[in-house]
């Protein structure tokens, strides 16, 4: 095998090995090139379902960090309401678990895109959308 030969293959290895990783070889993240997708928030509360306005007791908070305890310590101050549409880009499969009022329990998080929260994104936990996009996981 020649010197040329060795680096290109070399070369197509890196190139696979940060495709599947989504780094470069400095161990810089690429940029997302996912498109986004839309979900609609969902609140399995009855009486929270066909209302219009926000009231508080029907709102529902994101979490700042989808592997930690979802509680007040965790959620931005970014709500939601029943019927929202939020951009997600990714979905996270081993979140922390968290359940609705039902009981239905998940560990799957979609990170949605916010321009008012620190960092630009909170995350939703899969149980309160009934959406279920096609999307990457997420590399957080």
Known sequence: ?????G???GALGLAMVEN?????ASGASRPETTPAVSVHVFNVVPSCQGRTDHVPACSMGLAGNPRAAYDAGNV????VWHGDVLVTD???YDGA????ETGVATTRWFRVR?????????WLPAVRTHDSPALPTCRE
């Open 1 to 5: 095998m020649s010197a040329l030969t």
């Open 7 to 9: 680096a290109v293959i």
């Open 20 to 24: 599947y990783f989504g780094a470069t």
């Open 76 to 79: 931005v101050a970014h709500r």
């Open 90 to 92: 990714c979905v996270l």
């Open 97 to 100: 678990q968290v359940g609705d």
């Open 114 to 122: 916010l321009e008012d929260v620190p960092g630009g994104h909170a």
